[in-house]
């Protein structure tokens, strides 16, 4: 499973971006996936992961209310809605595909994008 994000930029505090993951694997429903992001000399934390079918997601603390994640099955990729965007958030973003939906947090997954950047100004 290849991985490709996508979307990342420089936004003011306030602002919003969507990122985009691409999936190039035809199985890409039979995953759940997730999004992580690692800042400036920090370790990778998780963000928000969906399962399969997009019925369940779950979140980081520290965004839950902002970020909303999502997916549509039929074009392959994953989504990540960031809105209320605060210079905190500002770190590389990786998306991750795995099998287990309920152990996406722990940062074991399989399968990983390339990481895109998010810098939010204050």
């Known amino acids: 499973v290849q991985l490709q994000a996508s979307g990342g930029g420089l936004v003011q505090a306030g602002g919003s971006l969507r990122l985009s993951c691409a999936a190039s694997t035809p199985t890409f429903s039979s995953y759940a996936m997730g999004w992580f992001r690692q800042a400036p000399g920090k370790e990778r934390d998780f963000v928000a992961a969906?399962?399969?079918?997009?019925?369940?997601?779950y979140y980081a603390n520290s965004v839950t209310g902002r970020f909303a994640i999502s997916r549509d099955n039929a074009k392959n990729t994953v989504y990540l809605q960031m809105n209320s965007l605060k210079p905190e958030d500002t770190a590389v973003y990786f998306c991750?595909?795995?099998?287990?939906?309920?152990?996406?947090?722990?940062?074991?997954?399989?399968?990983w994008g390339q990481g895109t950047q998010v810098t939010v100004s204050s």
């Open positions: 969906i399962s399969w079918s997009g019925d369940n997601t």
């Open positions: 991750a595909a795995d099998t287990d939906y309920f152990t996406m947090a722990t940062m074991t997954s399989d399968y």
